[in-house]
T-cell receptor, first 110, second 112 residues
Framework: DVKVTQSSRYLVKRTGEKVFLECVQDMDHENMFWYRQDPGLGLRLIYFSYDVKMKEKGDIPEGYSVSREKKERFSLILESASTNQTSMYLC?????????FGSGTQLSVL | GQQLNQSPQSMFIQEGEDVSMNCTSSSIFNTWLWYKQDPGEGPVLLIALYKAGELTSNGRLTAQFGITRKDSFLNISASIPSDVGIYFCAGSAYSSASKIIFGSGTRLSIRP
């Protein structure tokens, strides 16, 4: 089975802090994704990566950056966290059009 | 841009009832996917559909790819408590996961 592991289930940060969300997948997938999930809005794509050191902006990249130094690891970075970034963050890897998700990180920015 | 409308937003069911939900798109899709998210977990793929008119089952779940290619339906028969969760439809006009669009979800709850 595909396993996508997110390093934290819950995080509480203060406004202005730099925040790192880490994700690791064990299926040698080329593509990895970061989504944000908010009630009533479904899943919205922040960034994705199709190869090491390669990245593409998704639908809502503002306020976020990403890093992919190794194939299995994809990091989401909030350079200066703001309260409107309080959300559930989901990492995924994919085989063709099928996405495999981690358990999510619930981030609260106070 | 492309939009997905998923309905209903939420539903309360009695154990044993059948459940139906659907998604409609503003444009044609080549792939429809249905995911379920349990509380505190990430979404898990239930069913993938690739052809207009296709009907696919996974246990008590049945999904259909609409013949117009702009809609899809998910049915759950004889619901049980573990069916509780959020169901998402997702679709794409391309064969790449980066182009997938998600519906806003249907929250399924059991009526006490």
């Amino acid at each position: 089975d595909v396993k996508v592991t997110q390093s934290s289930r819950y995080l509480v940060k203060r406004t202005g802090e730099k925040v790192f969300l880490e994700c690791v997948q064990d299926m040698d997938h080329e593509n990895m994704f970061w989504y944000r999930q908010d009630p009533g809005l479904g899943l919205r794509l922040i960034y994705f990566s199709y190869d090491v050191k390669m990245k593409e902006k998704g639908d809502i990249p503002e306020g976020y950056s990403v890093s992919r130094e190794k194939k299995e690891r994809f990091s989401l970075i909030l350079e200066s966290a703001s309260t409107n970034q309080t959300s559930m963050y989901l990492c995924a890897s994919s085989y063709r059009e099928k996405l495999f998700f981690g358990s999510g990180t619930q981030l609260s920015v106070l | 841009g492309q939009q997905l409308n998923q309905s209903p937003q939420s539903m309360f069911i009695q154990e044993g009832e059948d459940v139906s939900m659907n998604c409609t798109s503003s444009s044609i899709f080549n792939t429809w996917l249905w995911y379920k998210q349990d509380p505190g977990e990430g979404p898990v793929l239930l069913i993938a559909l690739y052809k207009a008119g296709e009907l696919t089952s996974n246990g008590r779940l049945t999904a259909q790819f609409g013949i117009t290619r702009k809609d899809s339906f998910l049915n759950i028969s004889a619901s049980i408590p573990s069916d509780v969760g959020i169901y998402f439809c997702a679709g794409s006009a391309y064969s790449s996961a980066s182009k997938i669009i998600f519906g806003s979800g249907t929250r399924l709850s059991i009526r006490p």
